[in-house]
């Protein structure tokens, strides 16, 4: 890892937090890289919010270390003016002004009123400045709550699902405004429980389930997980079924809209027709085979690889995961 990284990067190792008998964070470890946006993602429960907790010393860790340029959040002297952080939906009182919400969380970050004004500016709200919270819609608190988060100029950013709500004019502006800050050589970590909110956002990913690791690289090595396939569609659902037993062509792992059997979109033996995921064979193989062995269909087309079958398939939403997910990896130039 470079100076750099370490100088305004995340480490976390070897963390974890248990509840009671409840294992939320498991041996859990992952590097996150200045001037890069990272995705931190995982279904709900899989222990996001309690490892942005534990970096920031709400949590203490049951074993293991999460140090934010290097030190551990209650050795950093001006925490506000390194770390940033947006966690769960802000709570405003709806009777203040942004302007004022602003205020009185400056004298905390250790800046004068005047950056109030420019961080409203920053995150487009200036005009709403003197408008009561109480009157915002969602996408405009997110905003707020991003703006009180900028108030001491920080280099690390945690931001706990802020996409959630937001309609997709708000999620176009946060990921310029996200992109715009990791330009600017900070780091930034959001978390989401859907990657698909994120995934234009996002330069890297690390995706856990239940408390573990089960994916950290980048997000262009993520979408190579995505295995070629075709998803075929045919009225004589054993002979379907006899011939890809026959070729040996495996059925697809990731199948979000299926009845939890990988591959199958119909069960077999339903009434009238049966569509399967294939993985790894194209459209000219299968067709082919079909038609040598006289096997009607209706539909034959590549299959949708889409990230969001992949996420679900790492995650255990619904059907096994690829085999390449079985070895965890680490962003490039993170620590090993
Ligand atoms: N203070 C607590 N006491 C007991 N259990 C907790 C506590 N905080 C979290 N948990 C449990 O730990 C697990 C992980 O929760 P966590 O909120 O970290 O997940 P998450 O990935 O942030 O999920 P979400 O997207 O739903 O917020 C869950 O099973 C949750 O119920």
Redesign the pocket.
Known sequence: MSPTAVEDGISVRNLS?S??A?R??DDLSFDVRPGRVTGFL????????????MLLGL?EPTSGTATISGRRYADIERPQRVVGAAL?AASFHPGRTALDHLRVYAPQAGVADARAHEVLGLVGLSDAARRRVGGFSLGMRQRLALATTLLADPRVLLL??PANGLDPEGIRWLRVFLRALAAEGRTVLV?S?VLSEVEQTVDDVVI?AR?RLVHASTLADLERLAAPGVRVTSPDVAGLHALVERQGWALAPLAPAGDGVPGALAPAGAATAATLELRDVDAATVGAAAFRAGLELHALAPRDTGLESIFLGLTGGGTPPPPAAAAPTTPAGGAR
């Not at 429960?45 to 942005?52: C, E, Q, V, W």
């Open positions: 937090k509840f009671g409840v939320a964070v995982g279904p709900n429960g899989a222990g996001k919010t309690t490892t942005l907790r949590v769960e706990d699902e978390s429980h856990i408390g």
